[in-house]
């Protein structure tokens, strides 16, 4: 009930691509969904985030898609560049409370 | 404004021996979380503390602790060291209970 199924594992993607990353959950009282991106030895840093009184929000090349129905979200990642190679975990939160992450996604963007 | 800092950067320990870690929230922050982040297990939660309370606790045995004091910052506790604390610890604040979530870069914690 409290997991945030996270996939592709691993992910590579031609520069100028499209990078998806989907998530899927099963608890209903997740009503905050952010997306966080890491890159090696920092912490990670929140890149985009989401209600679900809300089907898309885009900022950027960065675009989160909502199927509160399928309770399923992905991020998009328009025109991929070698610079946005890094781990991607979403996550999920009840209100107020702790946040429960996905298992992540390493992305490699080649030139 | 400064973002969460976290100190030590990286230690060294051997089993057995216990280690405390800090962390600053950003200014004004009242929440501080802190994470355990390895490569098999992925980040998980240890426990959370908001105006000096715990108020949420994560399933990890009680050589985990923590605290707050009152002008936020935290401290996280291990005792007992085993191989497997060997990992990443993560401390993330937040201005209240129902904010977004900003993380430090962590401290790198190994055990020999």
């Known amino acids: 009930q409290q997991q945030v199924k996270q996939s592709p594992q691993s992910l590579i993607v031609q520069k100028g691509g499209i990078s998806i990353i989907n998530c899927a959950y099963e608890n209903t009282a997740f009503d905050y969904f952010p997306w966080y991106q890491q890159f090696p030895g920092k912490g990670p840093a929140l890149l985009i985030a989401?209600?679900?009184?809300?089907s898309e929000k885009k900022e950027g090349r960065f675009t989160i898609s909502f199927n509160k129905s399928a309770k399923q979200f992905s991020l998009h990642i328009m025109d991929s560049q070698p610079g946005d190679s890094a781990t991607y975990f979403c996550?999920?939160?009840?209100?107020?409370?702790?946040?429960?992450f996905g298992t992540g996604t390493r992305l490699q963007v080649f030139p | 404004k400064a973002g969460v800092t976290q100190t030590p950067r990286y230690l060294i320990k051997t089993r057995g021996q216990q280690v405390t870690l800090s962390c600053s929230p950003i200014s004004g922050h009242r929440s501080v979380s802190w994470y355990q982040q390895t490569p098999g297990q992925g980040l998980q939660f240890l426990f959370e503390?908001?105006?000096?309370?715990?108020?949420n606790k994560g399933n990890f045995p009680g050589r985990f602790s923590g605290r707050q004091f009152s002008n936020s910052r935290s401290e996280m506790n291990v005792s007992t060291l085993e191989l497997g604390d060997s990992a990443l610890y993560l401390c993330?604040?937040?201005?209240?209970?129902?904010?977004?979530?900003?993380f430090g870069p962590g401290t790198r914690l190994t055990v020999l």
């Open positions: 993330a604040s937040r201005r209240g209970l129902g904010n977004e979530q900003f």
């Open positions: 989401i209600r679900p009184d809300v």
């Open positions: 503390y908001f105006s000096e309370t715990q108020r």
């Open positions: 996550a999920a939160r009840p209100e107020a409370d702790k946040l429960i």
